[in-house]
């Protein structure tokens, strides 16, 4: 079970994502590179249409991937 984030500091949109890792977005806020990511086991919770990312999941992920190569 993952660990509650213990502020909202630690839940990113996907734009907010994007931004920190430099990723291309488009107009509404999706992002392709992100879709796959999801696809090869990336975490996420949908709320209203939205994607959003906790923080200890993407560099978990990243690490996996980082460790894994």
Do not use: H, T
């Not at 430099?22 to 994607?51: A, H, I, N, P, T």
């Amino acid at each position: 079970m993952r660990e509650k984030p213990k502020s909202l500091n630690e839940i990113w949109s996907e734009r907010d994502l994007c931004e920190r890792l430099d990723l291309d977005v488009s107009q509404e806020g999706k992002s392709r590179k992100l879709s796959y990511w999801v696809k090869g086991g990336l975490k996420y919770v949908e709320k209203s249409g939205q994607r959003y990312f906790f923080e200890q999941d993407v560099i978990e992920y990243l690490w996996n991937r980082a460790v894994n190569k």
